[in-house]
């Protein structure tokens, strides 16, 4: 039996399943093993490397390994799926993960830290929490619309509908509906107090931070994206120009083409979802705040031929090659001098 030289680790909540090739491709080891064993059998093994599918635990084990002197692969499940033979089981997936990390263009995921871990929660947890508003906001409105009662729309404009949810003497609502609606209007208090103290804790820590102030001064990032982006982007110099990192991020068109003919579609949506919408509501921001005669002559030409919603992705696109650039060669924003003026 040869030595280990390349493992194949598929996850799992209990039951991983490992799958060992030597110098030769011979298999070497194929097993399952308890979540409790894992370490240890990695602690007997000589150093070699080890695949991984990029996953909710996939960093957790990626330094556990690294510590016990193995090196460790993530790669997106994805680019290892098109590597399983047949059917669907763990000792297939640990098998075509062994292959895929032995690919000479294979393309893999940085391995975040715990502290790079910690950050990137805050910003999931105040995104479910707003999100959980939101439906909550739209449940009150809905009720409210069917008894003829409607307001403007935006979160600032949903006090005038609590105070007609709290107001008794508004006859327009029948007790039991103002019975059930208080309790919507109660939970949408308790999560804005507990929504405040997470945003209050981003904005404060991007401000103090240099990264965070220069990336802050491209106009529609606010410290929200910014400090998303410098938690969930840890390695921008692992993306080797401002495309491919947009390309990341899912702004790249969806490609159909064959036989010399290029055909390009909508934009793949891609890579972190969570990044690529705040950076659209931040484009969508600044063309709703700027008038036309304001805007570049790209994006007001740009405005003049396609709706909205395009020209606030095309605009986030370009928002997101100058986010990789001060993240990578550093600097602050500095906008386009105006066109001199003709004599």
Known sequence: ???????????????????GFDEHGNVVVRKPLRRGAVVKFFAELVPCRVGIEACSSAHYWARELTALGHTVKLMPPAYVKPYVKRGKNDAADAEAICEAVMRPTMRFVPVKSA???????????????????????????????EMGIVAAKGVGKVDDLVAI??????SRLPPPARQALEELVRQIAALDARIDPLQEGIISQVGSSEAGRRLMSIPGVGPIIAGALLAMVPDPGGFRSARHFATWLGF????????????????SKQGNRYL?????????????????????????????????????VALAHKIARIVWALMVKGGSYR?????AAQG
């Open 1 to 19: 039996m040869g030595e280990i030289i390349t493992i194949g680790l598929d996850l799992a909540k209990h039951v991983f399943q490992v799958h």
């Open 165 to 170: 949810v709290r107001d008794e003497n508004d």
């Open 276 to 312: 690529r919408s705040l950076l659209i509501l931040g484009a969508a921001n600044i063309l709703r705040r700027r008038g036309k005669a304001s805007t570049s002559p790209w994006l007001a030409a740009l405005r003049g031929r396609r709706p909205f919603k395009v020209v606030a």
């Open 115 to 145: 502290e790079q871990q910690a950050n990137a929660m805050i910003y999931k947890v105040r995104e479910l929490l707003v999100r959980q508003r939101t439906q909550l906001i739209n449940a009150l409105r809905s009720h409210l619309a």
């Open 252 to 267: 790249a068109p969806r490609q159909k083409s064959s036989g010399g003919k290029q055909r390009l579609g909508s934009i």
């Open 335 to 339: 906008a386009a001098a105006p066109a």
